[in-house]
């Protein structure tokens, strides 16, 4: 008896340990072939789709070399899924249609790993502008960039070759443009692209500019993913974002970069790094974001409106307003404000039920009763944990993170030459984005060189809702220990506009104008002490001033401790340059 309930005990064991081994499935085994430079989408999409069916726990491996993407690879509905290359100097993937590479869809526990991702044709060009009129310029496109013919132009900006990133201070500029459907780029003659301009431009003889064709689809799509870690992953080009997730849970993001390739003057089209409603934490470790067109990271949720009151536990919410879709299921906490003060929370209640009435409008039911009106907004409550270590931002077109959510602490991180500000707090009901950050803490970071070009303002860390609020509405910020470096054309250290519990202490600055370092409006409860500062131009007096453009509450003064005893210390740089 003891051996047979000992053979038992084996067995189990064995199928136990068999269910959870990971089984390898090799892309080339159902006819991807590397540098070959034919279409290897369905051999890789049945291979992904063969590791889904054989079920959790496996592996889609590619080889060393270049892999070519006609159109999207979808995971759907995995669970404890590996994908796999060989590193990211070994195995790339590259886009050759203005599609998403990779999409991930209602999955868990997914690696994504070991792979590089690029685009040919890119999602741009450069050059030097060799002509000019009122309704086109006549480009001469620099190597390895390409005269695309045929396509819509509806972004341009100057570009500085020399530093690497978009142009600065006087000659900062860009234009967007909704140029007419059926006039697109064309070929002057060899390597001159003829670009249509919509109406008149600033550019002249001899600018060099960045043309961005596509503003539409990812390296990386993810869709209400759990469990994602993504590890050792390169993004030399995408049509738009890098890495964009909606709806995703526990995220590890570790070892990714998105970088220039080949003296190209772009990387990503778009942002380096998008979180649309993430929930309970997101990690991004030992990262970076290079020269890409628009900003480095960005995590928000989405406000709805209201479109009908049924009774005082059941409302209507209209969802079809922006590219985010609403995703609130029962439990889920949800803020609610006016249409007089979009970003200042009224009430936090709790979904009961929800019930799909269209594609764009659903009932849901709450716990209790709200005291809410149609045109108030509601934006998820549950907020992400947001944790950003060593990460590097530079060159950009763009801001370095925006931060429209709460419970942040970045440290340890680069924000090197991004034309606008280096931290940006901004709730918008333009982009229908937020909620309002708080609890959050920079710390031991370095800025060098931040809000000298495109999008300028007054702070290389930047408050400012869309629209202003005469109220305080980003709190509890702290901003310690760190290196800043401005400069010719940085034109200030904080804008804080709608800002409360604001401390600035234990910083290094270093400037060469005097510019005010602080700039305020509609904020209160602004502290600083304990910062050296290394003033390299003229005196700075006063150290803050108000805004004087309307809406502008300057009321709140005294409730401001900038004293110019705040900037007289005399510790060296708590982060030093890399």
């Given at each position: 008896m003891k051996l047979i309930y000992r053979w038992w005990i084996f067995i189990i064991t064995l199928f136990e340990y068999s269910s959870v081994q990971t089984l390898n499935f090799s892309v080339s085994m159902y006819g991807a072939k590397p540098d070959d430079n034919i279409d290897d989408t369905n051999a890789i999409q049945s291979t992904i789709n063969l590791a889904m069916q054989y079920g959790p726990n496996n592996a889609v491996v590619f080889g060393s070399g270049t892999y070519t993407i006609s159109s999207p690879l979808v995971i759907r509905d995995a669970i404890n899924l590996t994908i796999t290359g060989?590193?990211?100097?070994?195995?790339?993937?590259?886009?050759?249609?203005?599609?998403?590479?990779?999409?991930?869809?209602?999955?868990?526990?997914?690696?994504?790993?070991?792979?590089?991702?690029?685009?040919?044709p890119f999602s741009f060009t450069g050059g030097y502008v060799v002509n000019i009129t009122d309704t086109y310029l006549d480009l001469q496109v620099q190597p390895p960039h390409q005269a695309d013919v045929g396509r819509q132009v509806p972004h341009i900006y100057r570009?500085?070759?020399?530093?690497?990133?978009?142009?600065?201070?006087?000659?900062?500029?860009?234009?967007?443009?909704?140029?007419?459907?059926?006039?697109?780029?064309?070929?002057?003659?060899?390597?001159?692209?003829?670009?249509?301009?919509?109406?008149?431009?600033?550019?002249?003889?001899?600018?060099?500019?960045?043309?961005?064709?596509?503003?539409?689809?990812?390296?990386?799509?993810?869709?209400?993913a759990t469990d994602l870690t993504?590890?050792?992953?390169?993004?030399?080009?995408?049509?738009?974002?890098?890495?964009?997730?909606?709806?995703?849970?526990?995220?590890?993001?570790?070892?990714?970069?998105?970088?220039?390739?080949?003296?190209?003057?772009?990387?990503?089209?778009?942002?380096?790094?998008?979180?649309?409603?993430?929930?309970?934490?997101?990690?991004?470790?030992?990262s970076q974001c290079i020269g890409m067109s628009d900003d480095g990271l960005n995590v928000h949720a989405t406000y709805f409106p209201i479109s009908r009151i049924i009774n005082s536990t059941t409302i209507m919410i209209q969802t079809n307003v922006s590219a985010d879709q609403l995703d609130f299921d029962a439990g889920t906490h949800l803020e609610f404000s006016s249409s007089a003060e979009p970003f200042t929370g009224y009430?936090?209640?709790?979904?009961?039920?929800?019930?799909?009435?269209?594609y764009d409008t659903r009932i849901f039911t709450f716990t209790d009763a709200i005291n809410a009106s149609v045109g108030d907004s509601v934006c998820v409550a549950d907020t992400p944990v947001l944790t950003v270590r060593n990460l590097t931002i530079a060159n950009n077109r763009g801001r370095g993170v925006l931060l429209e959510t709460r419970n942040i602490h970045i440290t340890q991180s680069v924000f090197n030459g991004i034309s606008g500000s280096a931290v940006y707090f901004q709730p918008s009901q333009s982009w229908r984005e937020g909620p309002t950050a708080r609890n959050v803490t920079l710390d031991y970071n370095l800025y060098i060189n931040c809000n000298e070009g495109i999008d300028q303002y007054s702070g290389m860390i930047l408050f400012l809702a869309d629209p202003v609020q005469l109220v305080p509405i980003v709190s509890d910020i702290r901003i310690t220990s760190s290196t800043f470096i401005m400069g010719a054309y940085s034109n200030g250290l904080l804008q804080i506009g709608n800002g409360a519990n604001v401390s600035l202490s234990g910083n290094y600055i270093v400037t060469n104008n005097s510019v005010p370092l602080v700039t305020l409006c509609n904020s209160r409860n602004i502290t600083a002490s304990n910062n050296t500062l290394v003033n390299q131009g003229s005196k700075i007096d006063p150290y803050y001033i108000y805004l004087t453009t309307s809406p502008c509450n300057v009321s709140l003064s005294s409730l401001i401790d900038i004293p110019p005893s705040a900037f007289n210390s005399s510790f060296g740089p708590p982060v030093s340059r890399q």
């Open positions: 060989q590193g990211m100097d070994k195995t790339l993937l590259v886009g050759t249609m203005p599609t998403n590479i990779l999409v991930i869809y209602t999955s868990q526990q997914i690696l994504l790993t070991s792979l590089a991702f690029d685009v040919i570009f500085d070759p020399v530093l690497m990133r978009p142009a600065i201070g006087p000659k900062a500029y860009q234009k967007k443009q909704m140029p007419p459907p059926n006039i697109n780029t064309t070929l002057v003659s060899s390597n001159i692209l003829r670009v249509p301009l919509a109406s008149p431009s600033e550019f002249v003889i001899g600018d060099a500019i960045v043309v961005r064709y596509v503003f539409r689809p990812h390296a990386i799509d993810i869709q209400h993504v590890r050792s992953i390169a993004i030399y080009g995408s049509w738009c974002m890098g890495f964009f997730a909606s709806h995703a849970r526990r995220v590890n993001i570790i070892d990714y970069h998105v970088l220039r390739k080949d003296q190209r003057w772009l990387s990503s089209s778009a942002d380096c790094i998008h979180f649309a409603d993430a929930r309970e934490y997101i990690n991004i470790f030992d009430a936090t209640a709790t979904i009961a039920s929800m019930t799909e009435i269209s």
